[in-house]
């Protein structure tokens, strides 16, 4: 059974950065893809930013050049590192992984951004 945990959330300032952790309690070489989302009440979860197993990231338009994804493989973690807040960045956030067969998904950790 594979599991993610996040880690990272909170309460900051607009303008202020947050660093969220996803930690995968398998070897993430076996996943073709990983990624954030974000879920907002009454709003579908939209994807923030992933990373395919070849390294390639994307973003959703509203963060680029704000949030970076990263990983580092030695610790099975996934990285999301959030810069120049902004309110409407507020949400809760997942982590998710894909291999051939499922989807995962953490438990989410919620950010909080306030004006």
């Known amino acids: 059974q594979v599991q993610l945990v996040e880690s990272g959330g909170g309460l900051v300032q607009a303008g202020g950065s947050l660093k969220l952790s996803c930690a995968a309690s398998?070897?993430?070489?076996?996943?073709?893809?990983m990624g954030w989302y974000r879920q907002t009440p009454g709003k579908e979860r939209e994807l923030v930013a992933g990373i395919s197993g070849g390294g390639i990231t994307k973003y959703e338009s509203s963060v680029k050049g704000r949030f970076t994804i990263s990983r580092d493989r030695t610790k099975n973690t996934v990285y999301l590192q959030m810069n120049s807040l902004k309110p409407e960045d507020t949400a809760v956030y997942y982590c998710n992984a894909q291999d051939f067969l499922h989807a995962y998904w953490g438990q989410g950790t919620q950010v909080t951004v306030s004006s």
């Open positions: 398998t070897n993430i070489f076996r996943f073709n893809t």
